[in-house]
């Protein structure tokens, strides 16, 4: 939990420096598409400071998940928001209302639940197919960004976040499928593959959405994408399960930490400075 409660810290602190350098990008020039969108943020300091503890935070995320059920991590990481919001208050100075620190507490109590119920990672490898569905599953959320390419407003922005999400619980189910870090087990492995194009296919949409569109409705879909399907895989699937006689801690813990991190949606956005 240490090791999950650490990457949401540089995930959320990410947030907040790569939207200031994706919204800068978009000023700077019009025209071009997401990949040109991307090639002028990459030219930002902020952004490359974000990459960095993206970096850093997936380390942390693969530890986590070594170690603890899919459904601890996951929550963990929608939790990187309360992160987002508190490091925006400080740097940015961004005024957050009674309601917003009242999520940020409701966030970290949901945490606190789930580190007390939550048990062992599970003992269970999954069937045969698991990888292979992983890649498929990996596949799809690219045919979500080039869906939503052609789509304008919240829907677009919904199936950003959808898709980022989904592509993130690729990469936290593919983590748990790899069982040799040999370079033969590896590359004979679908669940590289899947971890591989699922985190680069969720990186890219959820660049997207950082720089066009509603990002508080995108944000608030990559918290159910990347959080229930992934949670529920390592419970049917991968043996994930909690202490004894804790399951209804965790399953109230899980609840309210993601509705704390839907309640902090807009912090998926670094608002707007001057100047």
């Keep these: 939990m240490v090791c999950a409660l650490g990457a949401a810290v540089c995930f959320g602190t990410a947030t907040v420096l790569q939207a200031v350098a994706a919204r800068t990008a978009v000023a700077e020039e019009s025209g071009g598409g997401d990949a040109a ?35 601890a991590v996951g929550a963990a990481l929608a939790a990187s928001l309360a ?14 209302s009674p309601t917003e620190w009242g999520a940020v507490g409701v966030v970290c109590a949901g945490l606190a639940m789930l580190g007390l119920a939550s048990g062992a990672e599970g003992d269970r490898s999954g069937p045969d197919r698991l990888g292979y569905a992983m890649v498929v599953a990996a596949v799809g959320v690219l045919l979500i960004g080039g869906l939503a390419g052609r789509l304008s407003g919240r829907t677009r922005a919904l199936l950003l976040g959808l898709g980022a999400g989904f592509g993130f619980g690729v990469v936290e189910v593919s983590v748990r499928l790899i069982n040799s870090l040999r370079p033969a087990g590896l590359l004979t492995n679908p669940a590289t593959y899947a971890l591989l194009l699922g985190g680069g296919a969720a990186f890219l949409l959820l660049t997207s959405a950082l720089q066009r569109g509603s990002v508080t409705t995108a944000t608030a879909g990559l918290v159910i994408g990347e959080t229930i399907g992934p949670a529920w895989v390592g419970v049917v699937w991968l043996g994930d399960r909690t202490r004894e006689g804790l399951a209804w801690l965790a399953v109230l813990g899980f609840v309210v930490a993601v509705a704390g991190a839907m309640l902090l949606a807009r912090f998926g956005e670094a608002p707007a400075t001057e100047g």
């Design 37 to 71: 969108l991307l090639l002028r943020a990459l030219r930002q300091w902020r952004y490359l400071a974000g990459l960095a503890l993206d970096g850093l935070g997936f380390l942390l995320q693969i530890a986590a998940l070594r170690s603890v059920p899919i459904y």
């Design 83 to 96: 992160v987002t919001a508190v490091v925006a208050a400080r740097l940015l100075r961004v005024r957050l």
